[in-house]
Nanobody, 124 residues
Framework: QVRLVESGGGSVQAGGSLRLSCDASGYSSRTWCMAWFRQAPGKEREGVAAIDNEGSESFLNSIRGRFTISKDNRKNMLYLQMNNLKAEDTAMYYC??????????????????WGTGTLVNVSS
């Protein structure tokens, strides 16, 4: 069983930075991919960034060059460094884990485990 707990959200002005963390207890090398998703009010949940067991990364186009994803397997931690934040980045951010290979690692429909989210609010 994988349990995911996000932290690091908060309020920041546009242009600022935040670093999100996801504590993934129960994570093991059998887990194929870990990812960050977000959901803004009134919008569908969307994949932001993903990293698989081989280190391959996937990103939402609108955050390329501003966000980086990383993980520490020894600590069972996943991170999302968010720089140059924009008002449109405001959302609840979720950590997710897929235990089997996915054609689309940024697709929310086939993730196996979800955290409860951490809120990011960017003011312009």
């Amino acid at each position: 069983q994988v349990r995911l707990v996000e932290s690091g959200g908060g309020s920041v002005q546009a242009g600022g930075s935040l670093r999100l963390s996801c504590d993934a207890s129960g994570y093991s090398s059998r887990t194929w991919c870990m990812a960050w998703f977000r959901q803004a009010p009134g919008k569908e949940r969307e994949g932001v960034a993903a990293i698989d067991n081989e280190g391959s990364e996937s990103f939402l186009n609108s955050i390329r060059g501003r966000f980086t994803i990383s993980k520490d397997n020894r600590k069972n931690m996943l991170y999302l460094q968010m720089n140059n934040l924009k008002a449109e980045d405001t959302a609840m951010y979720y950590c997710a884990v897929a235990v089997s290979p996915l054609v689309d690692p940024l697709g929310p429909e086939n993730q196996d485990y979800w955290g409860t989210g951490t809120l990011v609010n960017v003011s312009s």
